[in-house]
């Protein structure tokens, strides 16, 4: 399929697409403080530099667009056009998170990943946002 956009206006689409700050990330943010959990972001410290993290609870939040990371899902899907280029730069993604993921569990943390599609039900996330931030 031959895409829509010229390659200029590609360009300034996919140069738009934040890392941080994300749709996702804030839906999941306001619905953890909405609980009483307080957390800090982006550390830079910690392996894959975690969207949310509660520091007193060792535990990690990622919130993961799904396309970017592969997700098995209708956003996830990859394009038709140039299939060659975004295959392997998806797969190096999903594979650098999994390192992530191994390097936090290995030191100790507890990780959860939420993926974009998850965030649309809001009493969903809340479900899984106090099973998983429950202490202990």
Known sequence: ????RTQ???????????TKNTGPEMV???AAHAL???YRLHRKDLP????????SLRKAIFVHGCFWHG????KGRLPKSRLSYWAP????????D???VNALVENGWQVLTLWQCQTTDAEVLEESLKGFLRPG
């Not at 399929?1 to 829509?4: L, S, Y």
């Not at 730069?89 to 650098?96: A, D, F, L, V, Y």
């Open 1 to 4: 399929m031959v895409d829509t």
């Open 8 to 18: 200029d206006q590609r360009r300034r689409i996919m140069q738009s697409v934040k």
């Open 28 to 30: 999941v943010r306001r």
């Open 36 to 38: 009483g959990f307080r």
């Open 48 to 55: 894959g530099t975690p969207d949310l993290v509660f520091p």
């Open 71 to 74: 997700h098995d899902c209708k």
């Open 89 to 96: 730069k998806i797969e190096r993604n999903m594979e650098r």
């Open 98 to 100: 999994a390192n992530a």
